[in-house]
């Protein structure tokens, strides 16, 4: 069922400057060419019947209800799949078409159950609302012949039910599944009357592939397909258009409501980074929001032994204002921090860097890009002039050659890599960069040119290698690089990628890959057109992220890669407002909009601003504070929305440091792991809780808009401000648009963003002001944000993390589709149902030195610790090389990383780790010290809720 | 992680601006206590197991 706001107009709009004017119905009518008739009727208010088209999806032409007459043409075109054509006129209402309409309505009906009173679309079917716009008013042929009322449902998946007994075939379902999501995952199957919509092969949709986006579902025209939470609480009365709070991809959704109920989220059509389209996660998995799980009364403890003693608000915040003034009386005023939250909004962020900052006096802030992309704020800072990525996500369409490299779209990024997918199916070639057999490598009707199957820990080897064959093959762009970038650099990095040890066959035995299938894709990627890289954390968490990082941007510039749509160097962040938390001055050493805290004229506007001195050096970074904490020397930490004892690399080093602090607050919205290791706790409020703005991996900025009210009373700006408020510093905002106003009025590229323009806009891709008032979709167009663009030397280092006969495989983790990060949301929902537990992938030749079956529980034991996981043996590895997921924290797959981290912003080295795999027959060690301490904690935690009810 | 930093820095073709391209990085993003711990273990060891380049820049950043 589409969103309860949303008129379709049946077709997809056509993006073209050239208009042609008909008329329909006698009245004239302008559209650009290549509309449909029915898309261009719609536009002027005249909704022409129809059933199988959407505009979400081509023309199809079946259902034979949007028949029109044309002047002039024979017969009865379908106005979805006619173009609309200078000087036509068109006929949409006539009696020969009511005749026809109707006739074509008795035929559907006669084989629908009349079950509307009690049917969840009620109200909101397009087959009902059909049969009233062409006046039925009987069926001649009855209801007692042939029919599909006895059709058996299927209530396989957790989040919708397909009840085939009122399908009327309009192939909608197929059609979103193969052009939207691209899975492909259903057909119809059979002829004629026998046609029935099918999951796989005649299977149920969980036991299919399908991968439960929601696209089926939302076209639907009936209530064939339809949402569980739909069915169980009736329809929405409202529907408030917000932002998702998973990936970096940063869909736009209707929150369809129910008082202050959720009952569906519907991706918005107009949503300018996902234009309609959704995942599991954003589009069901929203049941943490009101899971049992949540705390909503504020806590605190002496000792993290003792029990959790609920308390008022006053009394919380009061006491963390107490304890941090105690320490820094104690220990100095640099003794304390904060990290903020990629998953909070723009506003929160930038207050909890300004609470730092200026009502503790340091700057020890910092945020979880440390651990993913806090290489490419460097990297893309040092060479293009800007730590962001350079394009929007349509710009794939537009690309010719796509080169993705250490990410995984399908899984982590899934509503850009149905776009990816759109563009690759039209034909553009793909070039992937990963050590393991991604979805992406060979889907349905995709197939990557070439495959660099690397070793884990040598990107930057293998990113030389494609320069060398650029540099010496004559491939360059010289006019480019010419006009816009560094003469001296270039020079300079040209005579060092040429070297003879930088060529694929001199690193092949170190990288892994064919040197004639490299030589062929840097071919490919610098002449086959448009060239895009999209890239992840499999470029940035290494010891050599940040060169990784530089290595692709200089990449882009020798080929001429930049500054138009269609190309670019796009990093795909890992949550939903990584961009922003980093926009927003969470880096020690920046103030908002990337600035460096010893910038005197910088600083000064902060302080006039902010009313207070500010420090002039950088402040501790995450993995620093831990080692600071175990010196002795920091003491305090404000987390809000941040779980760095499951998140952050060696576990035991980080508790053993969340253990040496006095205070460590808390602001969350469940005992995440780090919160047993807390002294106060403050419980948070969701994105549906709030108001806001989230920043999307394309610098898109877009409203967060509160749909419900705090389950705990505040939203999360709110708290940050009554604490500073309690240590002294004044703030006084009484809504997030003026935390907004005040980021633009201190930040450049932020001056021209506001609540207002965005609600006139939709979104806004910073940088936003006098000279683009509406947005940048495509940086550095014309010169580099820093002028000339900055070729950098990246000289290969390998990781200091090797294998020896005691560790002989390298483990690389990464995410799955259905759950998120460290799973706290989505664990919490349904979607265990696809992924219950984090697995370790290992090659067969692998398994089989070791003795090692599917499903055995298998010992993984590296430098840092160790831990046991179950086996699932898998082809998409290569032999040496194991692979799991870090969405559980009883798997322990952090107690395992190192504290290996990029050279320059300590970003862990999570993808390359030595180990050795053994077959054990109980958990480790550490795993049952934590099943042991969190059983602890929940009972000190049950204690306290108890009290508190 | 100052032998990190001297080792992305050492392919630099000039000495002069390698050993000043670690001095700007450990200026611009440690924290002064970090430094201060780096220099300290300089005077006290004339800088024992640090690569060549980050010794000569933390020499620098010791004379201010």
Redesign the interface.
């Known amino acids: 069922m589409l969103s309860i706001a949303e008129n379709d107009r049946g077709t997809p709009a056509v993006k073209t400057t050239a208009t042609v004017t008909l008329e329909i119905d006698g009245r004239q009518v302008t559209v650009p060419e290549g509309t449909s008739v029915m898309r261009a009727a719609a536009e002027n208010g005249t909704a022409i019947p129809k059933l199988c088209a959407t505009e979400m999806l081509d023309a199809f032409g079946s259902c034979r209800l949007c028949l029109v007459e044309i002047e002039g043409r024979k017969g009865y075109p379908a106005s979805c799949t006619t173009p609309a054509a200078a000087g036509m006129k068109v006929r949409t209402q006539t009696p020969a078409l009511g005749r026809l309409r109707r006739n074509v309505m008795e035929l559907y009906i006669s084989d629908h159950p009349l079950d509307c009173l009690t049917c969840p679309t009620n109200g909101h079917c397009e087959l009902q609302d059909m049969a009233g716009a062409v006046g039925l008013r009987e069926v001649r042929y009855g209801y007692d012949g042939a029919n599909h009322r006895d059709a058996v449902k299927d209530a396989s998946n957790p989040y919708f039910t397909f009840d085939p007994s009122k399908c009327i075939v309009c192939s909608r379902c197929v059609r979103a599944c193969d052009e939207v999501q691209g899975t492909f995952a259903l057909t119809i199957q059979g002829r004629g009357f026998g046609s029935s919509v099918s999951a796989g092969q005649n299977e149920s949709f969980l036991g299919s592939e399908c991968v439960s986006c929601g696209a089926c579902v939302q076209a639907c025209p009936t209530a064939t397909l339809t949402e569980n939470s739909l069915i169980a609480l009736g329809q929405a009365q409202r529907s408030v258009v917000t932002t998702c709070a998973y990936c970096g991809v940063g869909c736009s959704f209707r929150a369809e409501m129910k008082g202050e109920e959720l009952v569906r989220m519907v991706p918005n059509l107009d949503g300018q980074a996902n234009h309609g389209h959704s995942c599991v996660k954003g589009r069901f998995a929203l049941g943490y929001a009101t899971h049992r799980d949540r705390i909503t009364t504020p806590m605190i403890r002496r000792r993290i032994d003792e029990a959790w003693q609920p308390v008022s608000w006053e009394t919380a915040i009061n006491h963390v204002a107490a304890e941090f003034r105690r320490i820094q009386a104690a220990h100095g005023r ?1 003794s304390v921090g904060g990290i903020t939250s990629s998953r909070c909004t723009n506003e929160e962020t930038y207050l909890v860097q300004k609470l730092v900052r200026a009502a503790l006096g340091t ?2 802030v910092d945020t979880c890009a440390r651990v993913c992309h806090s290489p490419t704020g460097y990297g893309l800072k040092q060479t293009l002039g800007e730590s962001a990525g350079t394009q929007d996500f349509d710009s794939v369409m537009q690309a010719d050659v796509v080169l993705v490299i250490g990410a995984n779209p399908t899984d982590g990024h899934p509503v850009f890599a149905s776009r990816l997918k759109q563009r690759l199916r039209q034909g553009a070639r793909l070039i992937v960069i990963d050590p393991r057999r991604i979805d992406l490598v060979r889907a349905p009707h995709v197939q990557a040119a070439h495959h660099l199957k690397l070793r884990p820990g040598t990107n930057v080897a293998v990113l030389n290698a494609l320069a060398h064959v650029i540099v010496t093959e004559g491939l360059v762009d010289d006019a480019f690089v010419a006009a816009r970038c560094e003469a001296p650099a270039f020079a ?1 990095w040209r005579t ?1 990628v040429a070297q003879e040890r930088n060529s694929p066959e001199t690193l092949q035995a170190e990288t892994g890959v064919d040197a004639a299938e490299l030589r062929a894709a840097a071919r490919l990627y610098a002449t086959g057109g448009n060239a895009a890289i999209y890239y992840g954390l499999g470029v940035t968490e290494h ?2 992220g940040s ?1 990784a990082v530089m290595a692709i941007a200089n990449l882009a510039m020798a080929t001429g890669n930049l500054g138009r749509v269609g190309v670019g160097v796009n990093p795909l962040r890992g949550q939903n407002n990584v961009q922003g938390s980093c926009d927003m001055g969470s880096f ?2 920046e103030f908002p909009g990337y600035r ?1 805290v ?1 910038d005197t004229a910088v600083r000064q506007s902060f302080e006039t601003a902010w009313g207070v001195p500010l420090h002039d ?5 995450i993995p ?1 504070m831990f080692e ?1 904490a175990l010196d002795g ?1 920091f003491k305090g930490l404000y987390i809000e929305g941040e779980d760095i004892a499951q998140s952050d690399p060696n576990t035991l080093h980080v508790t053993a440091a969340l253990s040496a602090m006095e205070c460590v607050v808390v602001q969350d919205l469940f005992l995440n792991e780090t919160a047993k290791y807390a002294h106060v706790f403050l419980p948070g409020s969701s994105f549906l809780e709030k108001d806001g703005t989230f920043t999307n991996a394309e610098r898109r900025i877009s409203r967060v808009r509160k749909v419900m009210a705090p389950k705990a009373g505040y939203a999360d700006w709110e708290i940050t401000q009554l604490i500073a408020q309690a240590l002294g510093y004044p703030m006084r905002y009484t809504h997030p648009s003026q935390i907004m106003d005040e980021i633009a009025a201190l930040t450049p590229t932020f001056a021209g963003v506001s609540f207002d323009r965005l609600e006139r806009l939709g979104s806004i891709q910073w940088p936003c002001n006098d000279a683009q008032p509406e947005g940048t979709p495509t940086m550095h167009v014309g010169a580099f944000v820093r002028g000339k663009g900055k070729f950098m ?3 290969y ?1 390998p990781t200091a993390e090797k294998v020896t006969a005691r560790f002989p495989l390298l483990l690389t983790t990464g995410r799955i589709l259905s759950q998120y990060n460290v799973g706290a949301q989505t664990r919490r929902t349904p979607n265990v149902l696809w992924h219950d537990e984090d697995r370790l992938d290992l090659h067969p030749h692998d398994a089989e030195e070791r003795g090692i079956r599917d499903g055995d529980w298998v010992g993984v034991e590296s430098r840092a610790g160790d831990t046991v996981l179950r086996a699932r043996i898998s082809d998409r590895l290569q032999p040496g090389v194991v692979y799991t997921t870090f969405h559980f924290p009883g798997s322990g797959a952090n107690v395992v990383t190192t504290e290996n ?1 990029d ?4 970003c862990p080295e999570y993808k390359v780790t030595a180990v050795q795999l053994t077959r054990v027959s109980q958990p480790s060690d550490w795993q049952r010290r934590h099943q042991a301490f969190t059983e602890t904690q929940l009972e000190l935690l049950g204690a306290a809720r108890a009290a508190a009810d | ?1 100052a032998n ?2 001297a ?2 820095f ?4 000039d000495h002069a601006e390698a050993v000043a391209g670690i001095g700007t ?1 450990l ?8 430094r201060a711990g780096l220099i300290a273990h300089w005077r006290a060891t004339g800088g024992e197991d640090l690569h060549e380049l980050a010794r000569e820049a933390v020499a620098r950043l010791a004379e201010g």
Do not use: C
């Open positions: 640099h700057n020890n300079k060092f010891s050599q060169t020690p050493h460096h010893s050096e950088p402040g501790l970074r620093n600071a020397s030397l990246t000289e280092v981290s050279w320059a912003t300590n | 992680m990190d930093i080792r992305y050492a392919s630099e073709p990085h200026r611009r993003f440690w924290e002064p206590r970090m």
